[in-house]
């Protein structure tokens, strides 16, 4: 056993500190708990192991299977029993160590005090105590192990006492010793000299010095350390050994001599490790829980470190582990992200791919439909003209014209919706006069709201401005189709347009009507490309694409359509766009149809270079009308031949060719001689952008699209070559309100010959502009208003009004 004094005072210091400092409590936890750990290792260790007994000592066991054990009831941390009277204390585990190793059972027996319990063993009520320190007077009526457990006697004194003090420097003092207690026998016997003060028990000494009743204080180092824990006194200090051993054994009652050779081979059995174990379970109050690791036993340090080198090593390996785990998770995620990159690298790829191929296939498919149609249009319409052929056959070119027309404005609704898919379609910002747009337009609905005996009003804001910027063109085509929509799905009732301003320059345009109305379902369907309600599908007109095609034309002028409709009641469409306003004005649209160069005008040399033979008469035709000088080529070689021997002002020049086609021609014009000068105007089916540009790099002065109207080429003409133009005389289309015109219309038709009103009235029904225009042509020679009214019908495409009015009542 170390010095007892130093251990105590570590032991006092350990607990100031201990209640201090956090991390030291912390370690001194993991001390504490490792250490107990590391006690307990043997327990598990080791089995239980029985001593060697005799015959006789087997079968006295045998005959006494029970053994009364009476310990003193408060001697702790020794022996004691508890608040449930169960008995506790380091000598009790030594007890249940015995009794597990010779296989008897120690029954314990509560008595009242220590005096009782020496009462009862020497009458022979009970036959044995647990922890008892031999005296000479004891060994009389008692027999005695060998003593199992050791401490010394200290004197302990309150902290005041500064100085070290031994048995002898006690003299004169007030000394306490527990009543009965065999330090107390020593110390009558031995120290006569001293101030003995016997008190009942620890509590009581340890509490007499530090409220400094008694001087000093004796007793064994165990009790002293368990007491002072339990009462939490801080204030006393270990400041001598007494030089005595407390010494405990097991004793039996005289008459039973045969249980101490049992009793003692028991104990002998009891290993190092058992001990520890015991001793580890009252460390807390025995040993300092300080206890540092240089304290330890050389077994206990290996131990320790072969634990913390596990420990570590475990660590290490876990930690290992799990970052090979976290390796493998980011190299899986990595992987999948690699993975998802290329499939979405793949998925742009294929998905600009197929924009391409829809861009190649639209054009293609533009060009393929445009040539022949350019031909068909063309030809009917010239043939249309042409004198000579019997009326009969003229009917059949009507309808060719006609239905050729009707495919045309099916193929540019497709295309349309295409280019402003694509984002090619362009909107302009051109001055122009917006209530004159809103009158035309109004003029053109109200002839079909009349014959369909629908109301119509159109309000304008009264500070409605004149001239504004923004697209007339597109504007009107939206305000068309919600018209025209709202004139052919209401039955009966009547159609609105409102215009209105709206702050920040912006104009309100709404159409109301009284028709069958959307359900709330199909709101917003509607805009979808192809979709119709029912009652779209049941009038049999229309493709189910106007309301594609005027959201996206309306959003592109930076407004937004939308509905508000409630079926049974009526349909309301509105859009706000910007339209600021201008000072500007408009140039004055060509109303009037061209006839020819005007007066004075030199005839321009115009090189046509197609491959097709059709396409090249159109253009030829329409070219010469006007009394242009026109060269045909074939192909690119020819054009560059005849560019330097025939020296074109403009060349009409088709981009697809065989041979050479019309950029590569383009780009060889170019560099020749005068090439720099020469307008070349690019004829394409395309309807593409992408291509526009492409055209123009190739160095090309403009582009028309297959198949061009007339007035374009002559546009085109004028605007490269500078040409002016013979014009025919305008209609007056104002001169009468729109009812009195169509009653004025109705009224001569009946005076026109039949054959031509069933025709003209075929030419409508079939939709056909230029059968119509020619018949028209007829009808003037009879009745020239009814041919100016008519024609101003066709001019605005208004079949609707015109078959009202052919129609036989
Ligand atoms: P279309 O009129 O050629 O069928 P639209 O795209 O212009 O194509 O219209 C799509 C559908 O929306 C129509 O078929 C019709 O069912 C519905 N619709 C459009 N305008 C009205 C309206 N004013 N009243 C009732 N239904 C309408």
Known sequence: MKNSADILQSFDKAERHFDTSRPTRRCGFVMAALLIFLLSLPCLAFSVESPKLTQEELKWIEEHPVVRLAPDPVFSPFEFFDSRGEFKGIAADYMALLEKKLGIHFEPVQLEDWSEVLDQIKVGKVDMISAVMKTKGRTEYLNFSEPYLKFPYVIIASDAEQKELDLRKLKGKSVAVVNKYAIHEFLEKGHPELNLIPVTDYSKGLRGVAFGKYDVFVANLASLSYFIDKEGITNLRVVGESGYFINLSIVVRKDMPELIPILNKGLNMVSEQERSA????????LVPPSKQ?????????????I??????????????????????????????????????????????AANRAKSIFLSNMNHELRTPLNAILGFSQLLGHDEQIPSEQRKNIVTINSSGQRLLSLINDVLEVSRVDTGETDITREPFDLPSSIASIEELIRIRTLAKELAFTVDCSDNLPTFVMGDKHHLRQVLLNLLGNAVKYTGSGEIHLNVTTLPEQKIRFEVTDTGPGIGEDEQELIFQAFYQTEDGITKGEGTGLGLTI????????????????????????????????????????????????????AAARILLVDDHPDNQQVAEQILKQIGCEVCIADNGVEAVELFQSWKPQLILMDMRMPVLDGYAATAQIRKLPGGDLVKIVALTASAFKEQRKGILDAGCDEVLHKPFQAHEIFDCLKKHLGLSYTYETAVESATFPVKQQLDMAKALVSSLPDQLRSNLEEAVTLLDVEVSYALIEDVRKVAPELADLLKLRVDEFDFDTLHEVLADD
Do not use: C, Y
């Open 293 to 305: 690791w240089w304290q330890l036993s050389r077994e206990q340090i290996i131990v320790l470190l």
């Open 550 to 601: 005027s959201t996206e034309l309306v959003r592109l002028m930076g407004g937004k359509l939308t509905v508000a409709s409630t079926p049974g009641e009526g349909s309301r469409f509105h859009f706000a766009l910007p339209l600021p306003p201008t000072v500007a004005t408009p140039s004055p649209d060509i109303g009037n149809q061209i006839i020819g160069l005007a007066t004075g005008q």
């Open 278 to 285: 015991i001793f580890a379970k009252w460390i807390n109050k």
């Open 307 to 352: 634990t913390l080198i596990i420990m570590v090593f475990l660590s290490i390996l876990s930690w290992n582990r799990r970052l090979a785990r976290e390796i493998t998770v980011r190299q899986a995620v990595e992987k999948s992200l690699i993975v998802a990159n290329r499939n979405l690298v793949k998925a742009k790829e294929a998905a600009e």
